[in-house]
């Protein structure tokens, strides 16, 4: 079995979902009493955020480098970023990388296709949803991404940061993103969501809302991982 390695901490909650599901999609897997050996380096959310605030994306990579660094040290033979945004320079990490790196952003990409989704709407931080990295790796297969609009992306950054990463779920919030959906599904004709935030599946825990499938970031994520450590 390969040696999976985690950044991790980018938050807390959205790591221990993906210590919990790993464990719990391996043992799925194969079908036996054993559990998964994996390697997590928890990295602080804070100097991330600083980073990002300051627009300073090469601090953003070599930061997430050192933390990859240690887990090659530590054995891992491939390894994954547990959360979206710092998948805003997952290009520039990825070739410099001492271990093979999964994306997150490619592997929601081959499950929208995998669904046949042309047009989806991306709920994350302000950076994911701002930025470019999402909506180019989806072109290459013609699927369009549309992100709410201006005042409700501040809603969904300041839910995402005053609540569900100090691991606070609120019904009212989760109506709020519900409402938001709704919203895009009447105005843009969205044919789906993309949870592109790992605690937003935390929060949004159904796998559609109305008709409108949510393509959970993790979960895909995690298959991805699983995949690969049984390879």
Do not use: C, W
């Amino acid at each position: 079995m390969k040696t999976l390695g985690i950044i991790g901490g980018l938050g807390p909650e959205s790591t221990l979902d993906y210590y919990q599901r790993i464990i719990a999609l391996y043992r799925e897997r194969t079908g036996d009493r054993h559990y998964p050996e994996f390697v997590i380096v928890s990295v602080d959310l804070r100097k991330g955020l600083d980073f990002m605030d300051a627009n300073d994306l090469s601090g953003m990579a070599d930061y997430l480098l050192e933390g990859i660094d240690k887990l090659a040290a530590a054995g891992a033979d491939f390894g994954i970023i547990s959360a979206n945004t710092p998948h805003i320079v997952f290009d520039d990490v990825a070739p410099k990388s001492p271990i093979p790196l999964i994306s997150i952003v490619e592997a929601t990409r081959a499950a929208a296709k995998a669904q046949n989704l042309k047009r989806l709407a991306l709920f994350g931080t302000r950076y994911t949803m701002k930025a470019t990295f999402y909506p180019r790796v989806f072109a290459r297969d013609g699927i369009e991404l549309l992100v709410p609009d201006s005042k409700d992306q501040d809603y969904i950054h300041d839910k995402y940061f005053s609540e569900l990463v100090p691991g606070k779920f609120q019904a009212d919030t989760r109506a709020g993103l519900l409402a938001i959906v709704d919203r895009m599904k009447t105005t843009k004709n969205i044919d789906g969501v993309i949870l592109a935030g790992t605690e937003l599946p935390l929060l949004l825990r159904d796998p559609m809302h109305n008709g409108i499938p949510f393509l959970d970031t993790t979960k895909i994520h995690v298959a991805a991982a699983v995949a690969e450590m049984l390879s």
